[in-house]
């Protein structure tokens, strides 16, 4: 499994524009970048994936460029209910029987 | 769906005492995780199953952890004896493998587990 590389901790402000990077320079071919969020107290759960290019739904973007050696996961105009962990996983879910979780990134969003 | 059903949610215990931890999976998913979070560890992995069988226990701390799924709606981890050290919280997840690399893993609300 890669491993990723991603900041422990984040400050933002209300309004703002967020972005999450994330490093794995040993992605694979078949590769998936997949992350997760995780609110006090509660499970992860599962936000946005992408292979490359650029990803959107209505929670998230996800950028990936051309080397997919990195992402960046980006949250639009955040607010206090975006406080959460983040986590950025690589893998390839018909190969990979599990998903390892590294500490996250710990984002706090201030009024 | 309900989603993945963790019970109990809070656990206190003392030292030396046994503690399980229940688990349903969703409906249909053909995998289910173990998972212990603390703040110095982060989330960790325990165990797995696929359908019904453990898979890796690589990550069950020692031998005073077990985990079984005797079938496809429950699982159960459980801790004998009990020490401090094991208070965190404990997620079940499940998911289903398809056949494309998109593999979502579905968590529970967890367990608080508490050893005094």
């Known amino acids: 499994l890669a491993k990723t ?3 422990i901790s984040m400050d933002s402000y209300e309004g703002q524009e967020v972005n999450i990077t ?4 040993n992605i694979a071919t078949n ?6 969020q995780q609110f006090p107290s509660q499970g992860p759960r599962f936000i946005i994936q992408g292979y490359k290019t650029k990803v959107t739904n209505e929670v998230a973007s996800l950028f990936i460029p051309a080397d997919r050696k990195s992402s ?10 975006d406080t959460a962990v983040y986590y950025c996983l690589v893998g390839d879910g018909r190969r990979d029987d599990k998903i390892i979780f590294g500490k996250g990134t710990r984002l706090h969003i201030l009024p | 769906d309900a989603g993945v059903i963790q019970s109990p949610r809070h656990e206190v215990t003392e030292m030396g005492q046994e503690v399980t931890l229940r688990c349903k999976p969703i409906s249909g998913h053909d995998y289910l995780f173990w998972y212990r979070q603390t703040m110095m560890r982060g989330l960790e992995l325990l165990i ?3 359908n019904n069988v453990p898979i890796d226990d690589s ?11 005797p079938n496809a709606s429950f699982s159960t981890l459980k801790i004998q004896p009990s020490e401090p050290r094991d208070s965190a919280v404990y997620f079940c997840a499940s998911t289903r493998r398809g056949l494309s690399s998109y593999n979502e893993q579905f968590f529970g609300p967890g367990t608080r587990l508490t050893v005094l």
């Not at chain 1, 994330?22 to 320079?25: A, D, G």
């Not at chain 2, 990550?59 to 799924?69: L, V």
């Open chain 1, 22 to 25: 994330c490093s794995h320079n």
């Open chain 2, 48 to 50: 797995y199953f696929n």
């Open chain 1, 5 to 7: 590389t991603q900041p």
């Open chain 2, 59 to 69: 990550g069950m701390p020692e031998d005073r952890f077990s985990a079984k799924m």
């Open chain 1, 72 to 81: 960046t996961l980006s949250l639009p105009r955040v607010s206090l209910s």
């Open chain 1, 31 to 36: 590769d998936y970048i997949t992350w997760y």
